[in-house]
């Protein structure tokens, strides 16, 4: 079972910033914090990842708690390309299996 | 690069009948996971391959479905005899070995779907 917990939807409006919230209150000491997004008819992609420190790439930025039990994806302009469904994922690889585990993911809505 | 390829797209067949899915990775790439999505449902984790040896299988279904990937390259899939609740559409993703500076991801095929009649 997925161990994290976000919306079932949210809805922004083209241009302006969107969080995209995810709570892991079970997370672990080595449980990396991974995003993947499933736009319309194709296959997962990768957004961001990260450990304990707050991580910034070309596709977004993503906050984590101190206390690691939550985190938020940033968009910080909305495009039509960014509907999608977002999916927070814990991914153990100190031993324990690689494989992600999806839950339902946020279905992101923006609205031009 | 080229991404991870997946045929086909789009396979219907009755019940009771073979299917082969065929995943080719990205170049390079040691692992390859196989997920699916059935109707209405999680994309779930069927099974990691590390090169040609079976990492993890613990979320095929049954017997009904078996992968390999002879040589280490691409990889099948083959669900013989299908059954209806097969219908989904079937993921194959790759990554790189660990280390060498990569960030883990995993890359994904658009996916092949299977409809069983």
Not at chain 2, 29 to 50: A, C, P, S, T
Request: aromatic share 8%; net charge neutral; proline share 5%.
């Amino acid at each position: 079972d997925a161990k994290t917990t976000q919306p079932n939807s949210m809805e922004s409006n083209e241009e302006e910033p969107v969080h995209l919230p995810c709570n892991h209150s079970t997370i672990s000491g080595t449980d990396y914090i991974h995003w993947y997004r499933q736009l319309p008819s194709q296959g997962p992609e990768y957004v961001i990842h990260g450990l304990t420190s707050n991580v910034n790439n070309r596709m977004a930025s993503l906050a984590i708690a101190e206390d690691r039990k939550s985190s938020t994806l940033i968009l910080h302009r909305a495009t039509l390309r960014d509907a999608a469904v977002y999916y927070c994922i814990l991914r153990d690889t100190q031993g324990g299996s690689e494989k992600l585990v999806f839950g339902k993911g946020t279905k992101l809505t923006v609205n031009p | 690069e080229a991404g991870v390829t997946q045929f086909p797209s789009h396979s219907v067949i009755e019940k009771g009948q073979t299917v082969t899915l065929r995943c080719d990775p990205i170049s390079g790439h040691d692992n390859l996971y196989w997920y699916r999505r059935v109707m209405g449902k999680e994309i779930k984790f069927l099974l990691h391959f590390v090169k040609e040896s079976k990492q993890d299988e613990s979320g095929m279904p049954n017997n009904r479905f078996l992968a390999e990937r002879t040589g280490g390259t691409y990889s099948t899939l083959k669900v013989q005899p299908a059954e209806l609740e097969d219908s989904g559409v079937y993921f194959c993703a790759s990554s790189r070995p660990p280390g060498q500076g990569n960030t883990g991801e995993l890359f994904f095929g658009e996916g092949s779907r299977l409809t069983v009649l």
